[in-house]
Structures are given as structure tokens and as C-alpha cells.
């Protein structure tokens, strides 16, 4: 039987911000011009052990990503939508519920979507050999031999031969660092976040060990939507089920778990030093990703998207620039960036979620230059896409075309604009920017008025079943 790979990851944006952030988590940034790291979980999938047609498990304001990444990589999905974050365990029990809808007998593997795997025949081997246990009720995690004690990971003990694979001992969630070295001295695994069982031995492990959440999730499930080739979980319902990791709510609890140790090359990108582990070095040790010069500098990483960074004789530094934010931090605490981030939005700061570049249906934006009155952008529309028919009380907009070719509305008029054209935008007008053509089209607008929110909005049409408002989607 075919296993059905299970995706799942919202993701704060935390650890690898500020080039990650709520609006874009690790899972969708490209490393190097390689495909995100969502993409290379779903390419993973396409081996002789798999179903062809994942399911995802994403966050609501995440799903237009989704849909555009698997379209990129010709993948067909079908994709639930989390009205809210409550941790893995509860996507992981939507997921297998809908397996099970698919198939009495489902197997499912549950996948993060964060994780770097280079041997993509690997891994399906690996999978393969793990079904033989899933099939005779055990709950499997594959586990990796570490190289290194490392703190940020959790640790399995394996136990006695199981045939493909071993029984767990125990699961020991991020040790110190002489617990870490202790474990690695003494032949435990590292746990890699992927998970293989039938999904009605999961499910009924959950009602034995989590009915709360169980119900909650079967509650939402039963209630879902469709909803633009998604599937909307119920809102009221999710947000019941407590927020548990799996884990913590399964794999610590039950006497059903397995580990299978795995040879192939894995990485978590956990914080700014595992991607530095990714990238390729100089003979000092630099990592260096985009416009970045170091001098008499050792074991630096430096990723510099926007401009030119320097470092002259600075060591075992992480420094990740962006067009609006600037981060320096040692590599031994790069761990701290998550705590950095929930004192920004503590403050209050938008730089800790939002993102210059904003990502939507049709293509994005980004913010060039603001000041008292007046807003500029940069629109990327990509070919088919359409921006909804809209109108704005307190701004009136200039939209100049360098490169492609739209179809502009403005109030009763409709015409084809081309590199060079322009047109204005009245306040309380309705209008549209469409991309007819086959190539992204580029669009700088020119915002004026007393107020430039995001919320001064009202949608009149829209091809993505978006309403005024909604969480405070542009155009």
C-alpha cells in the first residue's frame, strides 16, 4: 500500500528571522536559488513508496504560498487549512482523518516541512523498509546517528531489534550539553521529526491519550469547508483542541513506538548555525550567501539579500541583512533569535512579522520608500493574475508600468497600459491591475493621502474569494 505523505509546518518566523517572518516561515524562503525547503519535502515524496498526492497542512494566511510552491514543482495536494496555530499534533490528527477518508487502511507519514534531506532515494527506502512496522501497529520515527552533541534536537534510546527497526527506550526532548555529549557517547539517536503509522493506530492512540484534542479535531474536521480548492477546518472547533506537540501528546506516552536508524545525510534548519551547516564555505570557514565581503575574518556566516555587507577581522559571527532590518549575533547564540523576535513584537515593532516583500494571490509587493503622506511600491503581478476590483476612502494612487503589460480599470474605463504608461487613481474609485500576458508584470505605485493602512479597503469583486478586510489582504 501506498504511504501518504502528511506536510505539515506553520511557523512563527522566529528562529531565522529577520530574512523569515510570520508573513513568509523558513519552510517557503529559497536557499541559494535551490527550491524552498516545503518544495524539496514535497519532491521528496515523489518515490516508489508513496501516494502522488500529498496532504498539506498549512496556516490560513499561508495558503495562497502553498498553492503557488506546489504549482511550481507540478504537484497536485490536497491542503487543510488551520484556522489557528495549535501545534503539530492536533495538523498530524486532521491529516490522518482525512487519510482515512481516502483509504480504511491509510498510511501515513507524517513529514515537517523545514528539514533538509539531499538523498531523496533514501529517504523512500528508508520509508519503504519503516511500512513493514507501521503495518503491524507501531508508531515508527526515523532516527538519525548524530555527528556532533547537539543541544536543539531531541534524543531517542533505542532498544531491542524489532526487525526493521528498534524499540524506543525513551524519548529525551533537547538535553543540556553534557546530557547531549553523554547521548551521543552512548549510541542514541537524534529524533527527526518524521513519523510513519496506519492512521487508525494514531487516532486511537490519541483517543487514549489526548481524547480532548481528538475530539476537538474530529469536531473541526467533520465541520470543514471547501473553499478554492481548499479545505477549511471549523474555526469554533480547532481553536478547542489544546495546543500539544505530537511528541509530547503520542510518541513520549505510547508503547507502540519504533525508531528505524537512518545513514542518509538530515538537517534541521532550527536557527541561523544549521544554515550555515548547508551553505558552502571558503578556506576560513566563511559561509557567505549573496553581496558580502569578510577580511581577516573565520567561521562567519553572512547572508546579505539587498546591498553590499562587510566584515573586517570578526569571528564566528552570524550578520543577515535585509532591505529593513540588520541582525549581528554570535553563532554559539544563535538560538536567541527567537526570544529577540517576541520582544520586538512585544514593542510592537512590524519588522518582527511583516516583511518589505508581501506575498499574495497574484504575486507581491514590496514598500520602497514612505514618508508623511505618501507610500511607494513595487507590484509584481504574475502572468493570469488579477488583483481584486477594488476602492480606498482616504488614498488616491499612480500606477506607472516598467515592464509587462496590464489591463487597468479605473471607475467605468478599462484600458491596456505597457512600459512607460501611466494612470491615476482617484480616492473612493473602484479599479484593478490584471495580468493578461505571459511575463510578470512590474508596476510602481505612488500611494497619497491622509491615510495609507493596508485596511483601508473595500473589495467589490475578487477572484480569490478574499472579503474586505480579511487578514488585512491587500488588493
Not at 49 to 56: H, L
Amino acid at each position: 500500500m501506498a504511504i501518504i505523505p502528511v506536510i505539515s509546518g506553520g511557523g512563527g518566523g522566529t528562529r531565522l528571522w529577520p530574512l523569515s517572518r510570520r508573513c513568509r516561515p523558513k519552510q517557503f524562503l529559497h536557499w541559494a536559488g535551490d527550491p524552498s525547503l516545503f518544495q524539496q519535502a514535497v519532491l521528496r515524496c515523489r518515490q516508489p513508496a508513496f501516494d502522488p498526492r500529498p496532504i498539506i497542512v498549512g496556516a490560513r494566511q499561508h495558503r495562497f504560498l502553498i498553492a503557488e510552491q506546489l504549482t511550481a514543482v507540478g504537484t497536485a495536494a490536497d491542503i487543510l487549512l488551520e484556522p489557528t496555530g495549535r501545534d503539530s499534533c492536533a495538523a498530524i490528527a486532521a491529516a490522518s482523518l482525512h487519510a482515512l477518508s481516502r483509504s480504511p487502511d491509510a498510511l501515513v507519514l507524517a513529514m515537517a516541512c523545514d528539514h533538509r534531506i539531499p538523498d531523496a532515494a533514501a529517504f523512500g527506502r528508508v520509508a519503504a523498509a519503516a511500512a513493514t512496522l507501521a503495518e503491524a501497529g507501531r508508531i515508527v520515527t526515523f532516527g538519525v546517528r548524530p555527528d556532533r552533541a547537539e543541544t536543539g534536537y531531541g534524543y531517542i534510546a533505542p532498544g531491542r531489534c524489532l526487525g526493521a527497526g528498534l524499540e524506543v527506550e525513551q524519548f529525551v526532548e533537547k538535553p543540556d550539553a553534557a546530557e547531549a555529549a553523554r547521548f551521543v557517547a552512548e549510541g542514541w539517536l537524534w529524533n527527526s521529526g518524521n513519523f510513519l503509522f496506519r492512521a487508525r493506530t494514531f487516532l486511537a492512540e490519541l483517543e487514549r491519550l489526548a481524547p480532548r484534542l481528538l475530539a476537538a479535531v474530529e469536531r473541526a474536521y467533520r465541520g470543514a469547508r471547501a473553499d478554492l480548492g481548499f479545505l477549511r477546518l471549523d474555526e469554533a472547533a480547532f481553536a478547542g483542541a489544546p495546543a500539544l506537540a505530537v511528541d509530547r501528546a503520542v510518541l513520549e506516552r505510547t508503547g507502540r513506538a519504533a525508531v528505524v536508524p537512518v545513514a542518509y545525510r538530515w538537517d534541521d534548519f532550527g536557527d541561523w548555525a544549521a544554515v550555515a551547516r548547508g551553505l558552502a564555505s571558503d578556506r576560513h570557514g566563511n559561509a557567505i550567501a549573496g553581496e558580502a565581503r569578510v577580511v581577516g575574518g573565520r567561521n562567519n556566516l553572512v547572508h546579505s539579500a539587498d546591498r553590499l555587507t562587510a566584515l573586517v577581522g570578526v569571528d564566528d559571527m552570524v550578520v543577515v541583512s535585509t532591505r529593513d532590518c540588520l541582525l549581528v549575533v554570535p553563532r554559539e547564540r544563535a538560538q536567541e533569535v527567537a526570544g529577540l523576535v517576541e520582544r520586538l513584537r512585544r514593542e510592537g515593532r512590524p519588522q518582527a512579522d511583516e516583511s518589505h516583500q508581501v506575498f499574495r494571490p497574484w504575486g507581491s509587493y514590496e514598500r520602497l520608500d514612505a514618508g508623511d503622506g505618501y507610500q511607494v511600491k513595487q507590484i509584481a503581478v504574475r502572468p493570469g493574475g488579477t488583483l481584486s476590483l477594488q476602492s480606498h476612502m482616504r488614498r488616491a494612487e499612480h500606477w506607472v508600468v516598467v515592464a509587462g503589460r496590464v489591463e487597468a480599470t479605473v471607475g467605468r474605463t478599462t484600458r491596456m497600459l505597457g512600459p512607460g504608461q501611466s494612470a491615476d487613481v482617484p480616492p473612493a474609485t473602484r479599479h484593478r491591475l490584471a495580468n493578461r500576458g505571459n511575463r510578470m508584470a512590474l508596476i510602481i505605485e505612488v500611494q497619497t493621502g491622509s491615510y495609507l493602512g493596508e485596511d483601508d479597503i473595500l473589495r467589490h469583486d475578487d477572484a480569490y474569494g478574499r472579503v474586505e478586510g480579511s487578514e488585512h489582504d491587500r488588493a
